[in-house]
């Protein structure tokens, strides 16, 4: 945890905090923070800063906070991934929101197994959790946004074409395509495969909507291992 992110309902008064639970313990053992040792800390969708410990007891610790600084820059991408196995998920999203993505859309396709949609990692309340491990991790305070679509087809006639106008469409492919150009300099929308990949179909409608279809070589990667490959080879 390099940044403490903080809740609305942490603070007792304009500028103080009480911290308890996980992140206390973390805190705690972690860090072994004694009163007046600062840590950086942050305000879920809002500016970060520098927290002070003031008081410590067995259960919690209060620490005064000053946030006057700007989280880093966001990555301009859409993902779009077919929805993962649920293990997979979690450190997808993990990854995702360290690297500093705002909008992912899980998306089911013909090789999604439909028993994914069930799981309980999909809650809003299990993904906000898995989005904060990967805040904290990267000193970051915007939660990225998880749109949920079970539909393939309605998602890609209805919403597609908007979300990715004026951004470079493309389409994460192992079978053709060209190789993924690197750090093209404009926004983008990505979109990533499930574990069998998309079916021939789902990339000539992709194709269809000006998505062009890239590679990363022969080597068929793990999707937890393509989307940060993906992500670095745009982005940096
Ligand atoms: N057997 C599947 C296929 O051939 O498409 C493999 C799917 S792979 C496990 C899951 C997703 O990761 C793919 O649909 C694709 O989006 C991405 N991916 C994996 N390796 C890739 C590569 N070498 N080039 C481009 N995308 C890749």
Not at 62 to 76: F, G, H, I, K, R
Not at 125 to 149: N, W, Y
Not at 202 to 219: A, D, H, K, Y
């Amino acid at each position: 945890m390099n940044l403490i992110l903080l809740k609305e309902n942490d603070f007792t008064s304009p500028g103080r905090v009480t911290i308890r639970g996980r992140r206390f313990t973390h805190i705690q053992t972690v860090h072994r923070a004694a009163v007046g040792d600062q840590l950086t800390a942050g305000l879920i969708n809002n500016k970060m800063g520098t927290a002070t410990v003031t008081h410590l007891t067995p259960s919690s610790i209060e620490m005064d906070v000053t946030l006057d600084q700007d989280p880093p820059p966001a990555l301009d991408l859409t993902l779009v991934m077919a929805l993962p196995r649920p293990k997979m998920l979690k450190r997808i999203l993990q990854t995702v929101t360290s690297l500093g993505v705002k909008r992912i859309y899980l998306v089911n396709t013909w090789r999604v197994e439909k028993g994914f949609w069930s799981s309980p990692v999909l809650e809003q309340e299990s993904l906000e959790e898995h989005i904060t491990l990967g805040l904290e991790q990267a000193k970051d305070t915007i939660m990225p946004q998880v749109f949920l679509r079970r539909l393939f087809t309605p998602f890609v006639k209805e919403e597609l074409e908007t979300l990715s106008r004026d951004t470079l469409k493309l389409v994460a492919h192992p079978k053709g395509g060209r190789v993924c150009p690197c750090h093209p300099g404009q926004p983008i929308t990505l979109a990533m495969g499930p574990e069998g990949g998309f079916i021939d179909r789902e990339v000539e409608t992709f194709e269809r909507l000006g998505f062009e279809n890239v590679s990363l070589g022969e080597r068929i990667l793990r999707l937890e291992t393509a989307v940060p490959v993906l992500i670095s080879r745009l982005f940096t």
